[in-house]
């Protein structure tokens, strides 16, 4: 039997969100460096669970969308005024062309299928933006 990838952690949302390890505030800054002369900064985090990476992204002040599959991580998540989910797979992310300043994926990239959600971090990319794996 294999994981299905966007039904694994339904049942385990609440849990995820209260004990899965965080990211370091060098690691986000690393990320968002390339746009420090930016007045607005659009990120998306794509396989954002409940949404650990995406809160720190919108910390640093990034307008921050997660794309997450799973309702359950999306209602795990706790609300941020710079963050909001989209219910959505890596292969087929609903923004337009040239949307994102950057594209990450934390935890989640082994689950996508690479090719198809390669293509789209780069459709959905602004031409100098950046991805973050």
Known sequence: MQAQPTTLFTTKSEAFAKYRAGYSKEAIDTILAPFANQTKITAVDVGAGTGIATRLLADQGAETIGVEPNASM????SPHPNMSFIQSDAESIPLEDDYADVVTSFHAFHWFDFKISLG????????AGQLAL
């Open 74 to 77: 999306i209602r795990a998540a």
């Open 120 to 127: 789209e971090f780069n459709r959905i990319l602004k031409p």
